[in-house]
């Protein structure tokens, strides 16, 4: 039998909500044309165990030629199993906010880990997990990361496309701004003083909330030069609240190390936000 | 401008039903009539089918930072300034694809998108972004290496001005000697008058076809009344700018100012986020995206804006040139009012102030300019 000439790809989950991964299963149009150009090896989420080439385990045996990670390091298990897989892969690249940059669940590293696990659990010894939810580049060398919460369907294409041809993909560190222009939405801060963290928020998404009227939440994480003590002045002048723009600094990509110098972000709690005042 | 200037002669007076056959007979001639109209809470360009798109009754706030709608109880459609867009968006567009490349049985075809761009008119280009166009047209097409991009979309295009009778808050065009009356350039040139006497516009031709599609609206001469009116209405205009530039030779004070503090203190201001580039009608800067499809057979190079404010910009070997926001913002400014002389002949300057409002943290030029002119007065006076 010929060798297969495509290159191989596997996918990898880790402390996630798997949605970037559909992102992959989403590329309706193209998932067939990538089939043709590519062999999926490993992707739990797309194959029932039976007609798997390889059996439905966690971590393969490889080598892949791409790695695609989702997810953050959450456990020692995981810590053991991403420098297996670093290992086992050609290529690495990070696949959304958890991967990149810890994720929702790095919440966890402004607080006391003891505390969730106890008031979330019905039995929280049954629960083995680390005291902070880490990127992937925290523990392993990545060859590319891409952002958002989820990623950008179109994105991921482009970084596979590339792989492919063997370029670097064109994917920007620039604001949102950037794509809010290109496509012709009117800023939504200067017109209607609706607050927005597009000004230090990656692109990517093709600036998709504000062309609804809705102030950028920044799921893809810091642009490549973000003035936060700057933005965070805009944000109270456009009336947010100092709970308030602790919150929305403090979603999927909280532990940006770009988000912490910022005044006020930094506290371990968000001020005017009082122990007593509910379940966290 | 006084009011005992005597008007120049010439043009004739239409009514709205005048305006609204301009937009006919701009269509039935096969352009693409594009001028102002109300969307998204503000006066954006966009095709207008008629002219019952173009923004009645609506006037605007301007500040540093801020863009409000306003009604007007006068009915007016252009007492109000520059909008969130200038006409480099039809004229230089922010995505052009240049090229697409194909690989068939290990041959590579190449072929040039020339596809043919639609014949513009805009309706309602002010004095600034006349002046806007002018420089752009300097700058993409009158090198030795013309842009066929913006060429053929220029070349084709009829210009309707209108002149400024409401300055903006941010206006500064009689600064930078560009304004509010219409320069040279337009096909047509409009000045609204809203009084006692009715709703009506002053027009003028100033080409073959602008006199050609003239004849063809409903009108009657131009008394000299109505034409007194008109330039009493644009020089009270010229009288309400909400901006000023340092009265100094920029192009010098942008020259001697390259290490003054002020840079460090707009940096710690500015997001770096690219908005004032953007909105400027004069910023040109493209980079080229070429992309692939999946199977490697496809390829497609594309042209989009890009900025000075941005990293890869300046990326070289080893990194950016301009790291800091400080150089960056110090490029961009200095290249507008400064070395643009240098490079093409004038400021890149035009004073509409679109920079001004649309910087989400209200950065104003202006004030800006202004601040580095004390500076230089500060640091004449003290010892050597």
């Known amino acids: ?280 | 401008m006084s009011a005992s200037t005597l008007p120049p002669a010439g043009g004739a007076v239409i009514g709205t039903d005048g305006l609204a056959a301009l937009v006919d007979v701009l269509r039935a001639r096969g352009y693409t009539v594009v001028g102002p109209t109300v969307r998204d809470g503000a006066i954006v360009l966009q095709e207008l089918e008629s002219a019952a798109q173009l923004p009645y009754g609506w006037g605007v706030d301007l500040e540093a930072g801020r863009y409000r709608l306003r009604s007007r109880t006068d009915g007016a459609a252009f007492a109000n300034a520059a909008g969130p867009q200038s006409w480099k968006t039809f004229l230089h567009p922010a995505r052009v694809r240049q090229w697409t490349a194909e690989r068939a049985g290990g041959e590579l075809v190449i072929e040039a998108d020339d596809t043919a761009p639609p014949r513009f008119a805009f309706l309602g280009v002010r004095s600034c972004d006349l002046r806007a166009i002018a420089v752009q047209d300097r700058v993409l097409t009158a090198g030795p290496h013309s842009d066929p991009v913006y060429r053929g979309r220029r070349s084709g295009a009829f210009l309707v001005a209108v002149e400024c009778t409401e300055p903006g808050g941010t206006c500064f065009c009689v600064s930078m000697g560009t304004g509010p009356a219409a320069g040279p350039g337009y096909d047509l040139v409009l000045t609204e008058l809203v009084d006692d006497e009715g709703h009506r516009f002053w027009i003028r031709a100033d080409s073959t076809e602008g006199a050609e599609i003239l004849a063809e609206l409903p009108g009657e001469p131009a008394s000299e009344a109505v034409r007194r009116s008109a330039v009493d209405a644009v020089g009270s205009a010229a009288e309400r700018m909400g901006r000023t530039m340092p009265d100094t030779d920029l192009r010098r004070l942008m020259a001697e100012t390259l290490e003054a503090p002020r840079w460090d203190d707009v940096a710690s201001r500015c997001l770096t986020c690219g908005n004032c580039t953007m909105v400027c009608p004069t910023c040109f800067c493209t980079t080229t995206e070429d992309v692939t499809d999946l199977t490697g057979d496809h390829a497609e190079r594309w042209r989009v804006w890009d900025v000075c404010f941005d990293l890869d910009f300046s990326y070289l070997p080893g990194g950016p040139v301009r790291a800091s926001p400080r150089s960056r913002y110090r490029q961009w400014l200095t290249h507008k009012l400064g070395t643009w002389h240098d490079q093409f002949g004038s400021s890149g300057c035009v004073g509409c102030g679109r920079c001004i409002v649309w910087c989400p943290v209200a950065i104003d030029i202006t004030e800006e300019a202004a601040a580095l002119h004390d500076w230089t007065r500060r640091t004449e006076d003290e010892p050597r």
Not at chain 1, 102 to 117: K, P, S, T, Y
């Open chain 1, 1 to 280: 039998m010929e060798p297969d000439p495509r290159p191989s790809l596997a996918v990898w989950k880790f402390a996630s909500c798997d949605g970037c991964q559909l992102t992959l299963l989403d590329c309706e149009d193209e998932l067939l044309p990538l089939t043709d150009r590519v062999r999926i090896t490993h992707f739990l989420e797309m194959s029932s165990a039976e007609d798997s080439r390889e059996p439905a385990t966690l971590a393969g045996t490889g080598p892949y030629d791409l790695s695609l990670v989702e997810g953050s390091i959450t456990t020692v298990e995981d810590v053991r199993r991403i420098h297996h897989i670093r290992r086992i892969s050609r290529r690495l690249v990070t696949i959304g906010a958890c991967a990149t940059a810890g994720g929702i669940q790095a919440l966890r590293n402004f607080a006391d880990v003891e505390e969730f696990r106890a008031a979330v659990y019905a039995s929280p010894e049954y629960i083995a997990t680390l005291d902070t939810s880490t990127p992937i580049s925290a523990q392993v060398p990545v060859d590319f990361e891409l952002r958002g919460c989820p990623i950008d369907r179109g994105q991921l294409l482009e970084v596979l496309t590339a792989f492919l041809a063997g370029r670097k993909p064109n994917i920007s560190s620039h604001s949102v701004c950037f794509e809010c222009k290109r496509r012709g939405t009117t800023c939504i801060t200067v017109a209607q003083g609706v607050p927005c963290l597009g000004p230090v928020t990656h692109a990517g998404c093709g600036a998709l909330c504000p062309a609804y009227g809705r102030g950028c939440y920044g799921c893809f994480g810091p642009m490549a030069t973000p003035n936060l003590e700057a933005m965070v002045r805009e944000l109270r002048h456009d009336g947010m609240t100092e709970r308030d723009i602790v919150r929305v600094f403090r979603t999927f990509n909280a532990a940006s190390p770009e988000y912490g110098p910022v005044p006020g972000l930094a506290a371990q709690e968000a001020p005017g936000t009082p122990a007593e005042e509910g379940p966290r």
